[in-house]
């Protein structure tokens, strides 16, 4: 069972960029579609962006195209979400999520907060 941590979360002024990175280990990453999600306060949780198992196709949300780029990394084990042109509307925990043939794997979220 694939073990999956976020990183990279924090505080940014509206304008700004982040880099959230998540690291699996356990499993075979290769295997694994990736995508992060994000739940905002009070908010339920909803996809943001997701990419194949080679990378060769990426999935966004219409809220976050152009300004959130993700990638995956299959020798090192990694997916990252780049994340620029922040607006306070991206305040969320997001959450990093590995599919599988037999189920989703999550991370514990990093939260990420961007004042005005």
């Known amino acids: 069972q694939p073990q999956l941590v976020e990183s990279g979360g924090g505080l940014v002024q509206a304008g700004g960029s982040l880099n959230l990175s998540c690291t699996v280990s356990?499993?075979?990453?290769?295997?694994?579609?990736m995508g992060w999600y994000r739940q905002p306060p009070g908010e339920e949780r909803g996809f943001v962006s997701g990419?194949?198992?080679?990378?060769?196709?990426?999935y966004y949300i219409d809220s976050v195209k152009g300004r959130f780029t993700i990638s995956r990394d299959n020798a090192k084990n990694t997916v990252d979400l780049q994340m620029t042109s922040l607006e306070p509307e991206d305040t969320a925990v997001y959450y990093c999520?590995?599919?599988?043939?037999?189920?989703?794997?999550w991370g514990q979220g990093t939260q990420v907060t961007v004042s005005s």
């Open positions: 999520t590995a599919g599988a043939v037999e189920g989703d794997y």
């Open positions: 356990g499993g075979t990453f290769s295997d694994y579609r």
């Open positions: 990419i194949s198992l080679n990378g060769d196709k990426t």
